[in-house]
Every structure is written in C-alpha cells, then in structure tokens.
C-alpha cells in the first residue's frame, strides 16, 4: 500500500495463580501453550504480548502496555479456569472488543488416566469463559468468544483469529490515516454530505481539505522523467488502451500518478472522495480528462478513491481492500427481470485487483456522463462467483450503519458503454434484494468485492462500534 499501517494486537493469556504452587507442572504446560498460541497470530500485525496473567497486578502490567500501544483488539487465551479479576484491570480503559480464545489442547479426555492437573492443563474447555462475557458486559465492552482445539489443528479457530487481525487493520487504518476531499461532493446527492467533526468523533478518521486549483498544479514539481517513465509502462501494463497507447500517450497521465503518490504519501492518506464540477479548460480540463485512470492506479495500492465526493462510499471501499484485497465502486444500475439478477457498477475509478475476468480497459470518451468535460474511461471486469456488497449511512443522529450483502457473479451479456458492471443473483431475489437494500437507507452508492466477507464485516463492525444490517447472504 502506498500508506502503510499495521494494526497492534494486544494478546495475553490467564490463569488462576492459586493453582500454580499446588500442580507446579501446570507452570510449564501453560508457558508451552502460551508460547504455541502466540505462533497462531499473523504476522499482518504487530503483537503486544501481555505475558500469562495469573494475579491482578500482573493483569495491571499488561493493560499498561495495552494502552501505551494503543491496541486496535485483545485476544485473550484463556489457559484454565480464572477470575475475571485477571482479565479486568488488563482491558477496562480501553474501547476495543476483547476476543476470548476457549482452545482446548486435547480432542478429548482420556477418562481413566486424567488426574486433577491433566485435567485443568490440557483438558479444562473454559468454564469461566462465561464469568469473563458477564464482566465485559457490565463494564461496557464489547466481546467476541472462539470455541476450538489444539489436537490436530483447528481451521475454524485459525479462521477466525485471522479475520479478527484483518478486521483490526480497518481501525487502524481509519485512525491513522486522513481522508481527502477535493472539491465537494455532488451538487444535490444529499445522502453523499457528512459532518466531518461528526466523522472524526465516531470513526477515528480526519478530513483533510483540498481545493481543486491546488491539484491543478500537483505534477509541476515532477521531473523525473525516469520515474515518468516507469509509471508510464505501469499504466500500460495495467490496462487495455483503445486504439493503442505508447508511453509518450500516456505520459502526462503518468506525471500525474507520479504526483498523486507523493501526495498520497506526505498526507498520509487512506481515502479519496473528489468531484470536479468547473469548466473543464485549460490545465483543469487536462487534469480532469485523466484523473478516472490516475486515481485507479492509486486505488490498486490501497487508497481507495471514489467520484463524485462520496466520503461515506470511500470508507467502504477501504474496509474492503483491506479484509478483502478488492475494493470496486458500485451502485445499482438496471435489473434484467427475465434474468431475477441485478445489473450493479459505476463509471469512474475503480480497483484493478477486482477485473480478474479481463484486463481492465480505457478509452477517450468526449462527454462524461452527469459531469464536466470528457476523457478517459475506464472499466473493469470483476469474475463469476462470490461477491460481497457493502455500503455506509447515517442515521437522524449522526450514528453510522454499515449495510451489507452477499450474492453470486453469474457470465452473461453486460452493458457496453464504458461502465464496471456485473451481473448479481441474490439469494432474496432482484426485486427484494432492491426493496430491503434500498430499506435500509444506504447511500446509492456501496463498495464490492469479490468473494464473501459478511463474517469478517461483521469484526470490522464491532472493532468500530457500528451497527450492521445484513440484506442477506
């Protein structure tokens, strides 16, 4: 990515010191466990190791390291039975989910030969689970429990933990990184707007504002011609140019690439929502004429850039990207009633990790349709199979709702004018997927991505405190 951020992930493990000194084989089990458990954490986060917790105080030493961090999630391994007082004092003054990992070692119990520390080393499935779930709740904090096994591995478990890691990732990314608005958004698309305070109060994510005479004038300071150069291949390599392209084609677009990473880089930012609405002449004609492909290029390295100022549909596409690796603009565009599937895409900018049916293509076009001026088009060509459809609104409150849903990409004809479609068949059908997607109050537009992800949402969801509605699956 060109921002990179990595979330920290506190992990400790508990267990009832009062054991310690009457089993002392228990000392080393744990430590081996612990030690194992560890390794099960990706190395796509940074780990804050909290040690094994066994008395209070210790709990204390592994909140202060937690909060000095600034975790983005807990997992907590629960080693054998413990009070909740060891997992208290490590968690309260944070405002993350505590994910409590119940890992049995052994598939089960050989029932003749366990005595008392076999059983609470290796076979205890963790009865306090529910005594640490009813203390979360009452201190207000949000909680998930994983249920598994060691003996002969786990895939659910490791699932889990994974997505939980990547889910992480979206906090941390929304706290450190900015959001930029160019211009503003679309004249009369009042769903678009957004108090940013609002947005930097219950997101984590700052606005950052830019005049659109300001990135007239972003490529001037660009004279490496080498890196043009290079950036210049790099476009042609990612798309099919109608017509045919060289490098001198292309050039001007790529000193603007170029110009747009630096810039991307020095503020350090995520996300991208513009919407130009001048004359389109002069020097603003020709950065408009390209700003569709320049900012694709910088959503296939992690910042996701979406038209028409949409602030809201941005924030999607990066939750995507970043759980998912594809993160493609997308609203509902027509629904073939023959079919029972819905047509669903944009025009505008978009992800070239999601065009894995074919290459994705560009082609000058003399007018944009419902904007300023012309230029190039691209499209993009997301596969058969799973996809996943997510999109962010608001509530009379201010309060942000994620909306969610899973469906199928199935082969067939699509619209030929320039525009990323797909064609979506949803468990509910075309006209109810419509009637309780548009229900829910969604903005028009939501971010796709190929694959299922509603589970890993879901983290995503609950890391940010956001409510979900799932139109189905």
Not at 4 to 25: C, D, R, S, W
Not at 188 to 215: A, C, H, P, S, V
Not at 316 to 321: D, E, G, N
Not at 428 to 447: D, K, L, V, Y
């Amino acid at each position: 990515m060109l921002v990179e951020t990595k979330a920290k992930v506190g992990v400790f493990a508990i267990a009832l010191g009062a054991y310690l000194p009457q089993f002392p084989t228990l000392v080393p089990e744990f430590e081996a466990q612990y030690d194992a458990f560890k390794k099960t954490i990706p190395d796509t986060v940074e780990m804050i190791d909290g040690g094994i917790v066994t008395t209070k105080e210790l709990s204390m030493e592994a909140g202060d390291k937690f909060r000095a961090a600034d975790v983005d999630l807990v997992i907590l391994q629960l080693l054998t039975y413990a009070t909740s007082y060891n997992m208290l004092p490590a968690v309260r003054d944070l405002n993350v989910p505590v994910v409590l990992v119940n890992v049995q070692k052994r598939k089960a119990p050989d029932y003749a030969n366990t005595d008392t520390p076999k059983w609470l080393g290796e076979l205890y499935a963790c009865g306090a689970v529910g005594e640490m779930v009813a203390d979360l709740e009452r201190a207000g904090k949000r909680h998930a429990v994983i249920t598994g096994v060691v003996e002969g591995g786990d895939d659910y478990v490791a699932k889990e933990i994974d997505e939980w890691c990547r889910a992480a990732q979206v906090r941390r990314r929304f706290r450190y990184t900015n959001i930029a608005q160019i211009g503003r958004p679309y004249p009369g698309m009042m769903d678009l707007y957004i108090d940013e305070t609002n947005l930097y109060n219950r997101m984590g994510l700052y606005t950052k504002q830019f005049d659109w005479e300001k990135m007239w004038a972003i490529a001037d300071p660009v004279t490496d011609e080498a890196a043009i150069r290079v950036k210049a291949e790099e476009i042609l390599d990612t798309f099919d140019i109608e017509g045919g392209a060289t490098v001198e084609t292309v050039w001007d677009m790529a000193k603007y690439v170029v110009a747009f990473e630096e810039w991307v880089k020095k503020e350090d930012l995520g996300m991208v929502a513009s919407h130009y609405d001048g004359f389109a002449k002069g020097v603003a004609g020709k950065l408009d004429s390209m700003l569709i492909p320049a900012f694709s290029m910088l959503i296939k390295q992690g910042t996701a850039c979406a038209v028409e100022g949409d602030m809201k549909v941005a924030m999607a596409m990066s939750i995507l990207k970043t759980i998912a690796g594809t993160g493609q603009l997308s609203e509902m565009y027509s629904i073939d009633f023959n079919e029972d599937i819905c047509i669903i895409g944009h025009s505008g900018s978009g992800d070239a990790d999601i065009s894995q049916a074919k290459k994705p293509s560009m082609k000058i076009v003399d007018v944009f349709h419902g904007k300023t001026g012309g230029g190039y088009l691209t499209q993009f060509y997301p596969p058969v199979g799973d996809v996943t459809y997510l999109g962010i609104t608001q509530d009379k409150d201010g309060h942000f709702k994620f909306v969610a849903a899973e469906g199928v990409n199935e082969d067939g004809p699509i619209f030929t004018f320039g525009d990323t479609n797909m064609r979506t068949r949803f468990s509910i059908g075309a006209r109810e997927f419509c009637n309780r997607w548009s229900e829910a109050g969604p903005t028009h537009h939501m971010a796709a991505a190929v694959g299922h992800h509603i589970d890993t949402i879901l983290k995503v969801a609950k890391i940010l405190d956001v409510p979900v509605e799932v139109v189905c699956r």
